[in-house]
């Protein structure tokens, strides 16, 4: 019976071990998807770029810094529903993100709903007034103080 255990547990181990590495590997292809689309992006490729940032969320929709990017090229393109509506995934993946909070207030200008750009402005400024000041707590609590 303890034979029996162990070897259960000796397959589960190695089992894990299995799934810990193809999800790895598929991190890893994911990023380098990433790392193309942004290439292609500063390439002026955007429909290329838009279509490896795609990638990168078959594999992982949960990279809020791809829906971003692919939001990015969208607007540069001039898509802009589109584009919105992949800021919006980032956020809702990543709340706190102020980048994505300013470039939906850009499209929702360029879309002439200024309601909708004001609250999400005074959102990117909420946060990024909140990171400053925990810089500043940070660097306050670093600092050396003379004895």
Known sequence: MKMLILLKVKFYS?????????????????????QRGFKQYGAGNLESSIAFYDKVLEIRPDKHQAWYSRGVALTALGKLEQALTSYDKALEIKPDYHKAWHSRGVVLYR??????????????????????NRSKKLIKRLEIKPE
């Open 111 to 132: 879309l002439g709903r200024l309601e909708e750009l004001i609250a999400s402005y005074e959102k990117a400024l909420d946060i990024s007034e909140k990171q400053i």
């Open 14 to 34: 190695q089992k894990n071990n299995t799934d810990k590495e193809a999800m790895k590997k598929k991190h890893r292809k994911a990023e380098m998807f990433f």
